[in-house]
């Protein structure tokens, strides 16, 4: 069983009492640590008094910059990691009006502080005269989207650079090396080739860099034959083979030849909800798969491309720390990060949240205003919100009283979270969510 009860208190121990002293080492990660704890108490169906959701407000604003994005920290230098965390807890606690931390967040700066971080070749630095990271650039992106500040300009040249770090493996690296032209009468210009990824496939920059490139959809028209592009069945058979076998209990690593860890349950297992918004059928791929079924087996069939009970079962069985609180594996303690995100995999096993195209069709024709960019603005809208959850495809290790709240794909919000804040900043009425999408 899922003891909700016992993991809720060790969040209200954080939240209330403050972390641990060996949280000290995390000075610079303050809003993950909020972002951590709210978005686990969302996915366990708990909200917030009104008193704790201020508090975090002003936390969070506090560490905002002025020269735009947000510190890890109060006064401390921007950066696009803590950025996205304190968006996201903004998203969870925050409202508009005074105080609320929605309209006090200064858009303009943060456009700005994302452009001084572009590089040449589509990338971005994480912070000023930092490293490239596809996580940072998957960070930057949810802002940009939440905020409505997403825009050709800012964009231009990033989805070549995700599809650069895909390996040979499938999966995807935190970077790719560029390599640039002399020009006598300017500046060098980018090889399209080489540009060879640095390091090997990882879980967590597989997840980002395939949620960056379902973000950059709107932006890579169907028509153009220059597109870049990813090999999406070497990323399939790549995030297939990260799950554990039967002795590891089903759980997902996050390299090839590395142990299971509970948190790879979101970013490898959160990574297969992605899927088709990049026109990948899991159900017709786990149907050429599967051996064909003997009567009687009908009830057991699942057309995933992983094995959603296996993954419950690890997280129910080795991710729960006695104590309160999720884990890596036994016999480490809990941790605030692991909590999140072997929820949000177990949400997701739980769930399938996929795009619906009746939902799509449905947020584009209510858009209200003038769209005077080609209809981007609406597209990003819409397809960042299409995402519903699909009936009759629940899937619930050890009966409902495990049940948790479906998260969406993308941001790693509740789609009630993500509706809010996206409503707010591009001025949208958003329809009723009513049902989910029909299974396919």
């Known amino acids: 069983m899922l003891d909700k009860k016992a993991h809720m208190n060790f969040l209200i121990r954080n939240l209330v009492q403050g972390f641990p002293a060996r949280y000290t080492s995390q000075d610079a990660s303050q809003p993950w640590l909020i972002f951590w704890t709210l978005q686990s108490f969302s996915i366990?169906?708990?909200?917030?008094?009104?008193?704790?959701?201020?508090?975090?407000?002003?936390?969070?604003?506090?560490?905002?910059?002025?020269?735009?994005?947000?510190?890890?920290?109060?006064?401390?230098?921007?950066?696009?990691?803590?950025?996205?965390?304190?968006?996201?807890?903004?998203?969870?606690?925050?409202?508009?009006?005074?105080?609320?931390?929605?309209?006090?967040?200064?858009?303009?700066?943060?456009?700005?502080?994302?452009?001084?971080?572009?590089?040449?070749?589509?990338?971005?630095?994480?912070?000023?005269?930092?490293?490239?990271d596809v996580r940072g650039i998957y960070c930057l992106l949810v802002v940009a989207t939440l905020l409505d500040i997403i825009t050709p300009e800012l964009v231009e040249g990033t989805a070549a650079f995700i599809a650069s770090c895909q390996t040979y493996e499938g999966g995807f690296s935190s970077a790719s090396q560029p390599y640039y032209s002399p020009n006598a009468n300017g500046p060098s210009s980018l090889l399209g080739s080489p540009r060879p990824p640095l390091g090997e496939a990882h879980g967590g920059y597989t997840f980002c860099a395939l949620a960056a490139w379902v973000m950059l959809q709107p932006f890579l028209p169907s028509t153009s034959q220059t597109n870049p592009s990813i090999d999406t069945?070497?990323?399939?058979?790549?995030?297939?083979?990260?799950?554990?076998?039967?002795?590891?209990?089903?759980?997902?690593?996050?390299?090839?030849?590395k142990l299971v860890d509970g948190c790879y349950s979101w970013w490898v297992g959160g990574a297969f909800g992605l899927l088709e918004s990049i026109g990948i059928n899991p159900a017709a791929l786990a149907s050429q798969e599967a051996p064909t079924p003997s009567e009687g087996d009908w009830d057991d069939i699942d057309d995933s491309l992983y094995?959603?009970?296996?993954?419950?079962?690890?997280?129910?069985?080795?991710?729960?720390?006695?104590?309160?609180?999720?884990?890596?594996?036994?016999?480490?303690?809990?941790?605030?990060?692991?909590?999140?995100?072997c929820l949000s995999g177990l949400s997701s096993a739980q769930h399938k949240v996929a795009p619906s195209v009746e939902k799509q069709k449905e947020l584009e024709s209510v858009w209200s205003g003038d769209d005077d960019d080609d209809g981007l603005r609406r597209r990003v809208f819409a397809q960042s919100l299409c995402f519903m959850q699909e009936?009759?495809?629940?899937?619930?290790?050890?009966?409902?009283?495990?049940?948790?709240?479906?998260?969406?794909?993308?941001?790693?919000?509740?789609?009630?979270?993500?509706?809010?804040?996206?409503?707010?900043?591009?001025?949208?009425?958003?329809?009723?969510?009513?049902?989910?999408?029909?299974?396919?």
């Not at 407000?57 to 002025?66: E, F, G, S």
């Not at 890890?72 to 807890?89: E, F, M, N």
């Not at 069945?233 to 690593?253: D, H, S, T, Y």
């Open 44 to 132: 366990l169906q708990v909200g917030l008094d009104p008193g704790n959701k201020q508090r975090a407000i002003d936390m969070l604003m506090a560490c905002q910059h002025p020269g735009g994005g947000f510190g890890g920290g109060p006064k401390q230098a921007a950066h696009l990691l803590p950025t996205y965390a304190a968006v996201c807890a903004l998203a969870i606690v925050g409202r508009a009006g005074d105080g609320g931390g929605w309209d006090q967040i200064n858009r303009t700066k943060m456009y700005e502080f994302f452009m001084s971080l572009k590089q040449p070749d589509g990338s971005f630095l994480v912070s000023k005269h930092s490293e490239v």
């Open 233 to 257: 069945k070497a990323l399939v058979r790549w995030l297939v083979q990260m799950q554990g076998i039967p002795v590891e209990l089903g759980g997902f690593k996050g390299r090839t030849n």
């Open 391 to 440: 009936e009759g495809t629940e899937k619930l290790v050890g009966g409902s009283e495990n049940r948790v709240n479906a998260t969406h794909p993308i941001f790693n919000l509740t789609v009630t979270h993500t509706d809010g804040i996206m409503a707010h900043f591009y001025r949208q009425p958003i329809p009723q969510r009513n049902g989910g999408r029909k299974a396919a």
């Open 307 to 341: 094995n959603r009970k296996a993954l419950q079962e690890y997280i129910l069985c080795a991710g729960q720390h006695p104590a309160g609180g999720l884990r890596d594996k036994p016999p480490k303690g809990a941790d605030a990060y692991h909590t999140l995100y």
